[in-house]
């Protein structure tokens, strides 16, 4: 059975950088990608960036659009978020979901197979 294990979290200034990882253990199918999402008590989880499996397309949310990037390392079975000029409002748990349906941009239309347990960011001076 797959399963997905995020590190890389922490604590960071705003205007810092973090990279977290994704270790994917198992085969996904073809068809399916692998997103980033976050989740703030209170607030609805919010997709952040998605990668297809098949082909490497890539989606990112508005509100990180030049900030982060989403890459993958076939060799490691990896995926990474890279995050830039990080922000307070960036904080919250960040997971990564295995997605069904591919990578569409409207993160509202992801469909969720499963995903690991997160992890924390915050940025905070």
């Known amino acids: 059975q797959s399963q997905l294990v995020e590190s890389g979290g922490g604590l960071v200034q705003p205007g810092g950088s973090l990279r977290l990882s994704c270790a994917v253990s198992g085969r996904l199918p073809d068809h399916y990608a692998i997103g980033w999402f976050r989740q703030v008590p209170g607030k609805e989880r919010e997709g952040v960036s998605c990668?297809?499996?098949?082909?490497?397309?890539?989606n990112y949310a508005d509100s990180v659009k030049g900030r982060f990037t989403i890459s993958r390392d076939n060799a490691k079975n990896t995926v990474y978020l890279q995050m830039i000029s990080l922000k307070p409002e960036d904080s919250g748990i960040y997971y990564c979901?295995?997605?069904?349906?591919?990578?569409?941009?409207?993160?509202?239309?992801?469909?969720?197979?499963?995903w690991g347990q997160g992890t924390q960011v915050t940025v905070s001076s």
């Open positions: 979901a295995a997605l069904e349906i591919g990578c569409p941009r409207r993160t509202s239309l992801w469909e969720y197979v499963f």
């Open positions: 990668l297809t499996l098949s082909g490497g397309s890539k």
